[in-house]
């Protein structure tokens, strides 16, 4: 659904797992309450765990790209699906009941690139992790509704 509030245009999408608003412009229009963007997954936060779990399991190959997936299967898992990581890229089985995709640049810093921005159309959460050749890598996390995202930060996400 688009929205058209006091600050602009907002499109909100809902699915089983999460529920995101983001800004697709700003704008001023007098007369309509502003409207902030949010994000809620509805099984609850993911445990900070999975995150701590996440960048192990991609620091193991720092020379390469790697995908991981959050799903939801009565509790938040990791999954690991089969793949094919390169330097420069990775291809990938995607998988059910995703909630985010995890991919990791490697040596690289931590960026979405024009690639993953045209691969993430659906409603989801995606990070990506760079750096991995470092003792502290670089973790990017954002949601996207339909194409339009925005950067939101590790406590949004992950519970401690």
Known sequence: DYILAGNGLFIEGQGPLLRAVVQVAPAEVRGLLPLYEDMELSQGRIPIYLYDLALSTLAAHPDREGYLAVTWEGEYRVRVPEQEGTPGGVTYQPLPHTVMDIHSHGEMPAFFSGTDSRDEQGLRLS????????????????????????LVSRESVFQK
Request: hydrophobic content about 50%; proline content about 8%; cysteine-free.
């Open 127 to 150: 990070m990506v992790v760079g750096k991995l050749d470092t003792p502290w890598p670089e973790v990017a996390i954002r949601v996207g509704v339909y194409g339009y995202f925005v």
